[in-house]
């Protein structure tokens, strides 16, 4: 049974800081792309950013420069560092596995809310 188990999130002064954590349960942690994703009231869900098996990370546009993806393999753990948060960061974050080998079935956290204020 694999679990993403999110953690981090809370209210935060625009300026701040908050680092998020996802723990993986199982054996798919390893073989996946890590991801975290956002959704704020009454928008799609998007991503904020990635990190795959190799160590590269990708960013969305919005958050580069101020946040940073890191994963610790021998712990099954993704990070996400935020920096510099502004109000428009207020979102539910999820974290999200997905497996570059088979089984490709993609799995997701509960979600933690970051909420910024001004």
């Known amino acids: 049974q694999v679990q993403l188990v999110e953690s981090g999130g809370g209210l935060v002064q625009a300026g701040g800081s908050l680092t998020l954590s996802c723990a993986a349960s199982?054996?798919?942690?390893?073989?996946?792309?890590m991801g975290w994703y956002r959704q704020a009231p009454g928008k799609q869900r998007e991503l904020v950013a990635y990190?795959?098996?190799?160590?590269?990370?990708n960013y969305a546009d919005s958050v580069k420069g101020r946040f940073t993806i890191s994963r610790d393999n021998a712990k099954n753990t993704v990070y996400l560092r935020m920096n510099s948060l502004k109000p428009e960061d207020t979102a539910v974050y999820y974290c999200?596995?997905?497996?570059?080998?088979?089984?490709?079935?993609?799995?997701w956290g509960q979600g933690t809310q970051v909420t910024v204020s001004s």
């Open positions: 999200n596995a997905d497996p570059s080998t088979w089984p490709y079935n993609t799995y």
């Open positions: 199982g054996s798919i942690f390893s073989r996946s792309t």
């Open positions: 990190v795959n098996t190799g160590v590269n990370t």
